[in-house]
Every structure is written in structure tokens, then in C-alpha cells.
């Protein structure tokens, strides 16, 4: 079972809005939602996720891995609560972390995205679409890690879904995409060979 719902914080919101209008993106606040979902998981594993993520002009930006409780046993509805409560503090500390990623340079973002996104694990066609899709918006310039995070990497999940990628496959794919935010962009930041895109 998925389940997603929006949370009115402002201070997050307003955050949010300005991270992404110096990023050059006009964005109204009132078109930002701050979106948390539960994914919980068969009968046979036992566990949950809580997800938060931000939410913009139908775009979705990952913030960080989900929050997981295994429920098996003697996990109760207090410890779920527990890990709920977590999320909206976690709200701030991954726009922190998140931000730094501006500091990062990137001089070829067309493959720094295409690889990032294949050593996430993630499908060769959908990371190959998003990669292509950058480099028409916004060309294949130095670029910094922020702008390639939540402009480029993220782009990947509107790219599933307009391929009809099934809930369990979105959650699966923003799992994988979590992970990019603890990589080394540097490492990932060469020429795309026409090969491959």
C-alpha cells in the first residue's frame, strides 16, 4: 500500500523558494508542496518507508533515503508515529545538505547526469531520456551539483511516469536516486561518448 499527502510548513517552503529562484527557477511558493508518502512493504518483508520529498510545477525533487520501520513483531503505531515526527526535522537538515551541492562545479552535466544515474543502478533508457532531456533545457555547460541534482537527476522520475512506470517502480527509482546525493559528482564528470547517448 502507497499513500501520499502534503504538510503546510512555511519556513520549509520558503527555504525551498529561494534555493530554487537562485537557481534561476521562478517559482511561486504557493506552487511548492512539501509531500510525504508511506510505502509499506508485502506481507512477507514487514517493513515501511517514509518518504519525504518536495514538489513543484508537477516536478518531484528527492531529498534523501526513506525512513524505514520493520514492522515485524512488536513495532507498534507509536513507533511509526516516532519515525513520522522525524521527517519534518528532516525537512531542514536535507535542504542543508542538499544546498551544498551549489559548491560543486560540474564541466560536462549532460554525462555527469547519464553516469550518476547508471551507477544508481537505474534503467539505461530512462537515465539516457533524462541526460538528453538537460542538455535541450539547458544545454551541456559547466553547471553546478545543485542545478544537475534537482533539474537533471531528478528529471528521471517524470520520465518514468510519462513511460507509465507502475508506484512500486517510482518508489523504487527515488530510492536509487537517494543514494546519488552521497556521490562524488566530480568522479562522474566527463564527456558523454556519443555512444552512449
Known sequence: ??????????????AYADMLANMGVPVNKGEIQT?????????????????YNISYKNKMVVLGAGSKLNHKGTASISDFSHNLQEVFSSYKKKFFEI?????VKIKH???CIYGLLKKADLPACLAKETAIRFKT????????????????????????????????????YQEKIARIIGYDFAKFDREAELVDL
Open 137 to 172: 533545457v539547458f544545454g551541456n555547460i559547466e553547471t553546478d551539483g545543485l542545478t544537475l541534482y534537482v533539474m537533471g537527476v531528478n528529471e528521471l522520475l517524470n520520465v518514468a511516469k510519462e513511460k507509465k512506470a507502475s508506484v512500486s517502480k517510482l518508489f523504487t
Open 99 to 103: 544546498e551544498d551541492l551549489k559548491y
Open 1 to 14: 500500500m502507497t499513500a501520499s499527502w502534503n504538510i503546510m510548513d512555511n519556513d520549509v517552503i520558503e
Open 35 to 51: 509531500v510525504v508518502s508511506i510505502c509499506t512493504s508485502d506481507v512477507g518483508t514487514s517493513g515501511a518507508t517514509i518518504w
Open 109 to 111: 552535466p549532460v554525462g
